[in-house]
């Protein structure tokens, strides 16, 4: 889930917490009081990759899935041809 950055106007406290995309904090977490939040702009999380691409092109490991998922997609048809019902 994605964290948000939220400022009390009436304990002024700034705090970060997670929550789906859809959900919008109203009352505040510390000074228990409504209204008061509002959601500040932060900045997004950036994950790294494990591995780097070594010299491979962008998009070649979509490439990559898109191949061996056909292949078993085949084989799963192929399979599924031989069964009786």
Avoid at 16 to 27: A, F, V, Y
Avoid at 40 to 46: C, K, N, R
Wanted: some cysteine; charged content about 35%.
């Amino acid at each position: 889930m994605p964290k948000y950055c939220y400022y009390c106007e009436n304990c002024k406290t700034e705090f970060e917490i997670s929550h789906s995309i859809k959900e919008r904090l109203e009352n505040c977490t510390f000074c228990a009081s409504d209204n008061t939040l509002k959601k500040l702009i932060s900045m997004p999380t950036i994950l790294a990759q494990d591995k780097p691409l070594k010299g491979k092109k962008v998009g070649s490991l979509v490439e990559e899935y898109i191949e061996k998922n056909k292949q078993q997609l085949q084989q799963e048809k192929d399979r599924l041809k031989k069964v009786e019902y």
